[in-house]
Protein backbone atom coordinates (compact mmCIF):
# COMPACT_ATOMS: atom_id res chain seq x y z
CA UNK A 1 0.00 0.00 0.00
CA UNK A 2 0.88 3.50 0.03
CA UNK A 3 2.87 5.53 2.66
CA UNK A 4 3.10 9.07 3.04
CA UNK A 5 4.69 11.26 5.00
CA UNK A 6 4.97 14.96 5.92
CA UNK A 7 7.85 17.14 7.26
CA UNK A 8 7.78 18.83 9.43
CA UNK A 9 4.96 18.08 11.69
CA UNK A 10 4.52 21.82 12.57
CA UNK A 11 5.41 25.41 10.94
CA UNK A 12 5.01 28.62 12.39
CA UNK A 13 5.74 31.70 9.75
CA UNK A 14 5.69 35.37 9.79
CA UNK A 15 2.68 37.29 8.16
CA UNK A 16 3.90 37.90 4.60
CA UNK A 17 6.40 35.31 4.57
CA UNK A 18 6.11 31.85 2.14
CA UNK A 19 5.32 28.56 3.59
CA UNK A 20 7.14 25.56 1.76
CA UNK A 21 5.55 21.72 2.84
CA UNK A 22 6.63 19.07 1.55
CA UNK A 23 5.18 15.38 1.29
CA UNK A 24 6.93 11.98 0.58
CA UNK A 25 5.12 8.99 -0.86
CA UNK A 26 5.78 5.28 -1.32
CA UNK A 27 3.98 4.32 -4.36
CA UNK A 28 5.48 5.09 -8.08
CA UNK A 29 2.63 4.55 -9.69
CA UNK A 30 0.54 7.07 -7.94
CA UNK A 31 -0.24 9.66 -10.36
CA UNK A 32 -2.87 12.31 -8.36
CA UNK A 33 -1.79 14.57 -5.21
CA UNK A 34 -3.86 16.84 -3.43
CA UNK A 35 -3.26 19.04 -0.64
CA UNK A 36 -6.77 19.42 2.01
CA UNK A 37 -7.20 22.36 4.38
CA UNK A 38 -8.62 21.83 7.41
CA UNK A 39 -9.25 24.48 10.12
CA UNK A 40 -10.62 23.46 13.64
CA UNK A 41 -13.51 21.41 13.53
CA UNK A 42 -14.50 21.52 9.88
CA UNK A 43 -14.08 19.58 6.91
CA UNK A 44 -11.01 18.86 4.88
CA UNK A 45 -11.42 20.74 1.77
CA UNK A 46 -9.05 20.34 -1.37
CA UNK A 47 -7.07 23.66 -1.84
CA UNK A 48 -5.06 22.23 -5.08
CA UNK A 49 -3.67 18.90 -6.58
CA UNK A 50 -1.52 17.97 -9.15
CA UNK A 51 -1.32 14.96 -11.49
CA UNK A 52 1.99 13.08 -12.54
CA UNK A 53 1.77 14.45 -16.39
CA UNK A 54 2.75 18.13 -14.96
CA UNK A 55 5.20 19.74 -12.32
CA UNK A 56 4.02 22.78 -10.98
CA UNK A 57 0.53 24.09 -10.74
CA UNK A 58 -0.45 27.82 -9.56
CA UNK A 59 -3.51 28.69 -8.41
CA UNK A 60 -3.04 33.08 -6.62
CA UNK A 61 -1.31 32.49 -3.56
CA UNK A 62 -0.30 28.28 -3.69
CA UNK A 63 1.46 26.34 -5.64
CA UNK A 64 2.02 22.80 -5.79
CA UNK A 65 5.62 20.81 -7.57
CA UNK A 66 5.99 17.17 -7.98
CA UNK A 67 9.41 15.49 -8.29
CA UNK A 68 8.09 11.93 -9.00
CA UNK A 69 11.85 10.78 -9.72
CA UNK A 70 12.13 10.83 -5.92
CA UNK A 71 8.41 10.79 -5.09
CA UNK A 72 7.76 14.05 -3.31
CA UNK A 73 5.90 16.79 -3.85
CA UNK A 74 5.40 20.23 -1.86
CA UNK A 75 2.74 22.76 -1.06
CA UNK A 76 4.40 26.25 -1.54
CA UNK A 77 1.74 29.25 -0.15
CA UNK A 78 3.40 32.76 -0.32
CA UNK A 79 2.13 36.38 1.22
CA UNK A 80 0.52 34.22 4.26
CA UNK A 81 -2.00 35.26 6.11
CA UNK A 82 -3.35 34.94 9.49
CA UNK A 83 -6.24 33.39 7.59
CA UNK A 84 -4.22 30.40 5.92
CA UNK A 85 -3.04 28.88 9.76
CA UNK A 86 -4.64 25.52 9.67
CA UNK A 87 -3.65 21.65 9.04
CA UNK A 88 -2.71 20.61 5.93
CA UNK A 89 -2.95 17.26 4.73
CA UNK A 90 -1.42 16.18 1.72
CA UNK A 91 -2.19 12.47 0.31
CA UNK A 92 -1.97 10.12 -2.39
CA UNK A 93 -4.19 7.57 -3.52
CA UNK A 94 -4.04 3.89 -4.90
CA UNK A 95 -3.44 3.26 -8.38
CA UNK A 96 -6.67 3.71 -10.27
CA UNK A 97 -8.75 4.51 -7.62
CA UNK A 98 -7.61 8.48 -6.69
CA UNK A 99 -10.44 9.18 -4.35
CA UNK A 100 -9.15 6.10 -2.29
CA UNK A 101 -6.71 7.54 -0.10
CA UNK A 102 -3.79 7.41 2.15
CA UNK A 103 -3.21 10.78 3.90
CA UNK A 104 -0.04 12.00 5.94
CA UNK A 105 -0.30 12.79 9.64
CA UNK A 106 -1.14 16.79 8.52
CA UNK A 107 1.07 19.85 9.45
CA UNK A 108 -0.15 22.72 11.38
CA UNK A 109 0.48 25.93 9.82
CA UNK A 110 0.92 28.84 12.57
CA UNK A 111 1.27 32.17 10.57
CA UNK A 112 1.93 35.15 13.32
CA UNK A 113 -0.04 38.42 12.65
CA UNK B 1 -27.72 19.66 -1.72
CA UNK B 2 -24.87 21.86 -3.14
CA UNK B 3 -22.55 19.73 -0.81
CA UNK B 4 -21.94 16.37 1.04
CA UNK B 5 -24.06 16.07 3.82
CA UNK B 6 -23.61 14.13 6.83
CA UNK B 7 -26.46 13.30 9.79
CA UNK B 8 -26.07 14.13 12.76
CA UNK B 9 -23.38 15.93 13.02
CA UNK B 10 -22.33 15.05 17.14
CA UNK B 11 -23.72 11.26 18.15
CA UNK B 12 -22.49 10.24 22.02
CA UNK B 13 -23.61 6.64 22.48
CA UNK B 14 -23.00 3.85 25.42
CA UNK B 15 -20.26 1.20 24.67
CA UNK B 16 -21.73 -1.62 23.45
CA UNK B 17 -24.58 0.04 21.54
CA UNK B 18 -25.14 0.00 17.95
CA UNK B 19 -25.23 3.11 15.91
CA UNK B 20 -25.68 4.29 11.89
CA UNK B 21 -24.51 7.24 10.85
CA UNK B 22 -25.51 8.53 7.58
CA UNK B 23 -23.71 9.92 4.65
CA UNK B 24 -26.19 12.30 1.30
CA UNK B 25 -23.40 12.61 -1.18
CA UNK B 26 -23.09 15.26 -3.76
CA UNK B 27 -25.92 14.71 -6.18
CA UNK B 28 -24.80 12.72 -9.27
CA UNK B 29 -21.77 11.39 -7.65
CA UNK B 30 -21.36 7.57 -8.03
CA UNK B 31 -18.39 7.15 -5.96
CA UNK B 32 -18.52 7.42 -2.14
CA UNK B 33 -16.26 7.50 0.55
CA UNK B 34 -16.14 6.54 4.18
CA UNK B 35 -12.78 7.69 6.21
CA UNK B 36 -12.21 8.29 9.88
CA UNK B 37 -10.17 10.62 11.63
CA UNK B 38 -8.94 10.41 15.01
CA UNK B 39 -7.51 13.84 16.81
CA UNK B 40 -4.55 14.78 15.42
CA UNK B 41 -4.24 12.11 12.22
CA UNK B 42 -5.01 12.52 8.96
CA UNK B 43 -8.78 10.64 8.01
CA UNK B 44 -7.86 6.82 7.46
CA UNK B 45 -10.10 5.37 4.32
CA UNK B 46 -12.70 2.75 5.36
CA UNK B 47 -14.76 2.18 2.48
CA UNK B 48 -15.58 2.66 -1.08
CA UNK B 49 -18.75 2.34 -2.90
CA UNK B 50 -19.15 2.50 -7.04
CA UNK B 51 -22.63 3.00 -6.78
CA UNK B 52 -24.06 1.10 -5.24
CA UNK B 53 -21.86 -1.77 -4.20
CA UNK B 54 -19.20 -1.76 -2.14
CA UNK B 55 -16.03 -1.99 -4.74
CA UNK B 56 -13.35 -1.86 -1.49
CA UNK B 57 -13.99 -2.36 2.02
CA UNK B 58 -10.10 -3.35 3.23
CA UNK B 59 -10.47 -0.39 5.18
CA UNK B 60 -12.83 -1.50 7.61
CA UNK B 61 -11.10 -2.51 10.73
CA UNK B 62 -13.31 -5.30 11.79
CA UNK B 63 -16.93 -7.13 11.10
CA UNK B 64 -18.71 -4.69 13.53
CA UNK B 65 -18.62 -2.19 10.67
CA UNK B 66 -20.67 -2.15 7.67
CA UNK B 67 -21.90 0.51 5.46
CA UNK B 68 -24.86 0.24 2.93
CA UNK B 69 -25.56 2.16 -0.10
CA UNK B 70 -28.76 0.79 -1.43
CA UNK B 71 -29.98 3.08 -4.09
CA UNK B 72 -26.59 4.18 -5.09
CA UNK B 73 -27.19 7.56 -3.58
CA UNK B 74 -27.09 7.76 0.30
CA UNK B 75 -24.96 5.69 2.60
CA UNK B 76 -25.17 4.26 5.82
CA UNK B 77 -22.13 3.45 8.44
CA UNK B 78 -22.97 0.89 10.82
CA UNK B 79 -21.45 -0.20 14.04
CA UNK B 80 -22.31 -2.29 16.00
CA UNK B 81 -21.29 -3.14 19.83
CA UNK B 82 -19.18 0.03 19.75
CA UNK B 83 -16.60 0.58 21.55
CA UNK B 84 -14.39 3.75 23.42
CA UNK B 85 -11.63 3.07 20.66
CA UNK B 86 -14.65 3.76 17.54
CA UNK B 87 -14.28 7.39 18.78
CA UNK B 88 -13.48 9.34 16.11
CA UNK B 89 -14.25 12.15 13.33
CA UNK B 90 -16.37 9.67 10.85
CA UNK B 91 -16.00 11.61 7.29
CA UNK B 92 -18.07 10.79 3.76
CA UNK B 93 -16.70 11.97 0.41
CA UNK B 94 -18.07 11.78 -2.89
CA UNK B 95 -16.86 12.43 -6.28
CA UNK B 96 -18.16 12.26 -9.97
CA UNK B 97 -16.55 9.65 -10.70
CA UNK B 98 -13.03 7.16 -8.99
CA UNK B 99 -10.97 8.98 -10.83
CA UNK B 100 -11.64 12.95 -9.65
CA UNK B 101 -11.04 14.56 -6.58
CA UNK B 102 -13.18 13.75 -3.55
CA UNK B 103 -15.25 16.35 -1.88
CA UNK B 104 -16.18 15.66 1.89
CA UNK B 105 -19.28 16.40 4.15
CA UNK B 106 -18.74 17.86 7.91
CA UNK B 107 -18.43 14.67 9.45
CA UNK B 108 -20.31 12.94 12.15
CA UNK B 109 -18.12 12.99 15.62
CA UNK B 110 -19.00 9.70 17.47
CA UNK B 111 -18.14 9.77 20.99
CA UNK B 112 -18.51 6.08 22.69
CA UNK B 113 -18.85 6.63 26.48
Known amino acids: GENVEQHPSTLSVQEGDSAVIKCTYS??????FPWYKQELGKRPQLIID?????GEKKDQRIAVTLNKTAKHFSLHITETQPEDSAVYFC????????????FGKGITLSVRP | GAGVSQTPSNKVTEKGKYVELRCDPISGHTALYWYRQSLGQGPEFLIYFQGTGAADDSGLPNDRFFAVRPEGSVSTLKIQRTERGDSAMYLC???????????FGQGTRLTVV
Open chain 1, 27 to 32: DSASNY
Open chain 1, 91 to 102: AAPHPGANSKLT
Open chain 2, 93 to 103: ASSPDRSTEAF
Open chain 1, 50 to 54: IRSNV
